[in-house]
């Protein structure tokens, strides 16, 4: 069965402690994976799509990798404002758009 | 650049009642999408059209939902009838491709079914 699992629900971290989000998956025929970011009370925001295992993409403090089971969102020295839930999302053969349930992430000041 | 745009933002009815969603894509964008996202179910994709056709209504969960898109600037998800399970946030994308391109959303419209 096709699955995107987001790891771990929440994250809670101090201003400038670098950490990482998971996003594993189960589908055949990877299209595209994409991360969102997405505040409360709006829509999600696009971050980045990635293709194939071994590509990165990086923003500002975001970073993200893919391998051929998941994709990690490396964020660096975070700030209060990256407070947000993370949505990675996975299209695949039957042009199905798959999103995982999302992280949590709160940093402090 | 004016984003996504969906009406109502908010809407509070009772069951039974008929629901219509609205949104106007980003202009250019020849693909949108619906989804629903709730608590329990995440973010779940209802349909989505290319070109103002229909592709994929296969994420549609009844009848009662059906979705239109009269012209390449406007496009409609219609609940009738409504029932308090329908009750999340609606969302609208739009993209220049089937998936493979990044989709951009709306702000949602926050649905309550009494």
């Known amino acids: 069965e096709d699955q995107v699992t987001q790891s771990p629900e929440a994250l809670r971290l101090q201003e400038g402690e670098s950490s990482s989000l998971n996003c594993s998956y189960t589908?055949?025929?990877?299209?595209?994976l994409f991360w969102y970011r997405q505040d409360p009370g709006k829509g999600p925001e696009f971050l980045f799509t990635?293709?194939?295992a071994g590509e990165e993409k990086e923003k500002e403090r975001l970073k993200a990798t893919l391998t051929k089971k998941e994709s990690f969102l490396h964020i660096t020295a975070p700030k209060p404002e990256d407070s947000a839930t993370y949505l990675c999302?996975?299209?695949?053969?039957?042009?199905?758009?798959?999103f995982g349930a999302g992280t949590r992430l709160t940093v402090k000041p | 650049d004016a984003g996504v745009i969906q009406s109502p933002r908010h809407e509070v009815t009772e069951m039974g009642q008929e629901v219509t969603l609205r949104c106007k894509p980003i202009?250019?964008?020849?693909?949108l999408f619906w989804y629903r996202q709730t608590m329990m179910r995440g973010l779940e994709l209802l349909i989505y059209?290319?070109?103002?056709?229909?592709?994929?209504d296969s994420g549609m969960p009844e009848d009662r939902f059906s979705a239109k898109m009269p012209n390449a600037s406007f496009s409609t998800l219609k609940i009738q009838p409504s029932e308090p399970r329908d009750s999340a946030v609606y969302f609208c994308?739009?993209?220049?491709?089937?998936?493979?391109?990044?989709?951009?959303f709306g702000d949602g419209t926050r649905l309550s079914i009494l």
């Open positions: 059209f290319n070109n103002n056709v229909p592709i994929d």
């Open positions: 999302a996975v299209h695949h053969n039957n042009n199905d758009m798959r």
């Open positions: 202009s250019g964008h020849n693909s």
């Open positions: 990635l293709y194939s």
């Open positions: 589908v055949s025929g990877l299209r595209g």
């Open positions: 994308a739009s993209g220049t491709g089937l998936g493979h391109q990044p989709q951009h």
